[in-house]
């Protein structure tokens, strides 16, 4: 049963390793694709809002069926829906065809997320903070080996199009791969945050208290990294005058970041550290890295700020979906979706108000925007981690 599970849930990590791409793919080849449609920086923000978009429109459903139909059929659509978007891009002709590529990719996401998080936690029951948590991880791995594939491209004057045709590819090969796989069944309980025992409430979770900070949280920490993917290389080149190159190499430190960030978590969670601090402890240290990267514009302190942005960020949303599920266990597909709703809002809105903030006063005024999104985030995980301790009759921070 463990190999099977293993296989099963390497499956789902493949599909993850190439949305880490897909994540920063549009942004990272914005020169070739503005010159492409014929648009401007703020132009691709709207089409990467576009996706966001995409996974909006279907989150709540996707949730609905992931309950219904079970987990496996939507994560192997999932996979062929994103290769579709993966070939499309480069040979979109028009901006607005490459509009409804993004809304596509949005699509493949809402139904790669309602398949993949409630399956890791009926496959790992006893730990499903760290089964969700390396989803980040593999996410992180192929945003950090993105850059490194572009930059090889554009070395040997390759046409920017193959950093999309080899993820399609794999996509692609990952659909067999799939199909050959069980899928577990739906378990009626889960454990405790990847504990051996049932969940133990001392009063039943309330959604309107703790869903909405879990909501609150699913949204703001997905603006956080978006803010920092989109813009945080156009930050550079305007605070420290770094080179368009040596700009998207942040990328790398950020993502560098992210994994180190989950792969700690991983061996850190339920051992000694509760699954809720962490959605407390991360937004705080994002706070301090980015009062410091709006402060001092030495380069060498912007990659230990990416770095570090990249580390608070990582695998924030993914605890709030198993802390989701724990608490409201008896629908886990469709509080997931509601979870990943709110992230689909802020894939939109983020893109949509940074453009916007970009035109009117600047790439440093987005990041101070960045903050008092941060200052949100860090008030609904206090909020969280009280109502969490009262709620349990474990401890809601280290064990010891």
């Known amino acids: 049963m463990q190999t099977t599970s293993i296989k099963t849930a390497s499956g789902m990590y493949i599909n993850y390793f190439f949305l880490g791409m897909v994540n920063i793919i549009l942004a990272s080849n914005m020169s070739s694709l503005t010159k492409q449609w014929n648009t401007d920086p703020t132009g691709i923000s709207y089409v990467i809002a576009a996706i966001g978009f995409g996974k909006l429109l279907t989150y709540g459903i996707s949730g609905v069926l992931s309950d219904k139909i079970g987990r496996k059929p939507l994560v192997v659509a999932s996979a062929g829906i994103m290769a579709v978007f993966l070939v499309g891009i480069p040979l979109s002709p028009s901006y607005e065809l490459a509009f409804v590529f993004a809304l596509l990719a ?89 504990q051996q025992e049932s969940p133990v409430f001392l009063s039943e979770p309330v959604f309107q208290k703790e869903g909405t900070a879990l909501i609150i949280i699913g949204f703001t920490s997905t603006a956080l990294f978006t803010v920092s993917q989109i813009w945080l290389p156009s930050y550079a080149q305007k605070a420290a005058g770094l080179a368009e190159s040596a700009s998207v190499q942040l990328l790398s430190y ?35 890295t980015l009062a410091v990267m709006l402060t001092v514009h030495i380069p060498v302190v912007l990659d230990i700020t990416a770095f570090f942005l990249g580390f608070s960020t990582a695998g924030v949303f993914q605890i709030t979906i198993t802390l989701m599920t724990e608490l409201f266990w008896k629908r886990k597909g469709t509080v997931t979706g509601i979870v990943a709703t709110a992230s689909s809002l802020a894939s939109i809105l983020l893109p949509i108000a940074t453009g916007l903030i970009a035109k009117a006063g600047g790439i440093a005024h987005i990041f101070i925007f960045d903050f008092g999104i941060a200052v949100i985030g860090t008030a609904a995980a206090a909020f969280l981690y009280y109502r969490y301790k009262k709620l349990t009759a474990v401890q809601a921070d280290v064990t010891l």
């Open 106 to 194: 949005g699509v493949a996401n809402s139904a790669m997320d309602a398949g993949t998080y409630p399956a890791l936690t009926e496959l790992f029951p006893s730990a499903s903070g760290s089964a969700n948590v390396l989803v980040k991880a593999f996410m992180s791995v192929g945003a950090a080996l993105l850059p490194l594939l572009i930059t090889f491209l554009a070395d040997h004057s390759m046409f920017y199009g193959f950093a999309f045709y080899l993820p399609a590819a794999v996509y692609l090969l990952n659909i067999i791969y799939l199909s050959t796989l069980s899928f577990p069944k739906k378990h009626k309980k889960p454990t405790n945050s990847g």
């Open 254 to 288: 950020y993502s560098i970041g992210s994994l180190a960030s989950v792969l700690l978590l991983a061996v850190l969670l339920n051992r000694w550290v509760k699954p809720v601090l962490i959605t407390l402890l991360y937004p705080i240290i994002t706070l301090c």
